[in-house]
């Protein structure tokens, strides 16, 4: 008789997997920017990383694993903004915010009708990436004209061409070994020809989180 039941075994691996990938790829995002990088933008591992977990296993493991990534994320890089007054000012949980909407984004993206296609886990990274950035976009130019601070605001047109489409292509590489690690050395292990498998039908009630 096991002293540790099958689903608490799964549950710990879980936690175990998901922290040393979180680890490591914040790590290498942060330590590397430069090689991960194309026409001024960089390819953002932990926000890709966070889509497809979602996409993959589910509600909760995208929406835990993004507000803890985007914890680390806020750790390592805060974003700065100019204040009301004037004043560059440091945020707190944007990134935390940020991920967390993305992993659950990630989550519900035709991942029943498609079954949680692995070549159309592709295409949710690249409609949540485009979703972040058209936000993102929005959200700076309503605060600069809030703070009056419109002088290296880019146009929407310079935003396309040299922030949205290189970012996608970045996104979409760096998609290609995280879903690779996701299927084969990821948070849940996908058996026999169907890769179908009793914890991730059980993704949707959380109950990995009841460790």
Same mark, same amino acid.
């Given at each position: 008789?096991?002293?540790?039941?099958?689903?608490?075994?799964?549950?710990?691996?879980?936690?175990?997997?998901?922290?040393?990938?979180?680890?490591? !790829?914040?790590?290498?995002?942060? =330590?590397? /920017?430069?090689?991960? @990088?194309?026409? +001024?933008?960089?390819?953002?591992?932990? $926000?890709?990383?966070?889509?497809?977990?979602?996409?993959?296993?589910?509600?909760?493991?995208?929406?835990?694993?993004?507000?803890?990534?985007? !914890?680390?994320?806020?750790?390592? =890089?805060? /974003?700065?903004?100019? @204040?009301?007054? +004037?004043?560059?000012?440091?945020?707190? $949980?944007?990134?935390?915010?940020?991920?967390?909407?993305?992993?659950?984004?990630?989550?519900?993206?035709?991942?029943?009708?498609?079954?949680?296609?692995?070549?159309?886990?592709?295409?949710?990274?690249?409609?949540?990436?485009?979703?972040?950035?058209?936000?993102?976009?929005?959200?700076?130019?309503?605060?600069?004209?809030?703070?009056?601070?419109?002088?290296?605001?880019?146009?929407?047109?310079?935003?396309?061409?040299?922030?949205?489409?290189?970012?996608?292509?970045?996104?979409?590489?760096?998609?290609?070994?995280?879903?690779?690690?996701?299927?084969?050395?990821?948070?849940?292990?996908?058996?026999?020809?169907?890769?179908?498998?009793?914890?991730?039908?059980?993704?949707?009630?959380?109950?990995?989180?009841?460790?």
């Amino acid at each position: 008789m096991s002293l540790v039941h099958a689903n608490t075994k799964a549950r710990i691996r879980k936690i175990v997997v998901y922290a040393v990938y979180i680890i490591l !790829l914040s790590s290498l995002q942060v =330590s590397f /920017p430069d090689k991960l @990088g194309f026409a +001024g933008q960089t390819a953002d591992l932990m $926000f890709v990383f966070v889509i497809l977990s979602g996409y993959f296993n589910g509600f909760w493991d995208g929406a835990v694993v993004g507000f803890v990534a985007g !914890l680390v994320r806020d750790v390592f =890089s805060p /974003p700065a903004i100019v @204040g009301l007054d +004037g004043e560059v000012r440091v945020t707190a $949980f944007i990134g935390a915010l940020s991920l967390f909407a993305a992993g659950i984004a990630g989550s519900a993206f035709f991942t029943k009708r498609m079954h949680r296609n692995v070549p159309f886990s592709i295409v949710a990274v690249l409609f949540v990436t485009t979703c972040y950035k058209v936000l993102g976009f929005l959200l700076i130019l309503g605060w600069s004209s809030l703070t009056d601070a419109k002088g290296g605001l880019y146009s929407p047109l310079t935003a396309l061409i040299y922030s949205l489409l290189p970012q996608l292509l970045l996104n979409a590489i760096a998609a290609i070994p995280l879903i690779l690690l996701l299927r084969f050395l990821g948070p849940v292990s996908f058996r026999g020809g169907s890769h179908r498998d009793e914890i991730v039908e059980k993704q949707g009630e959380g109950s990995w989180l009841e460790i």
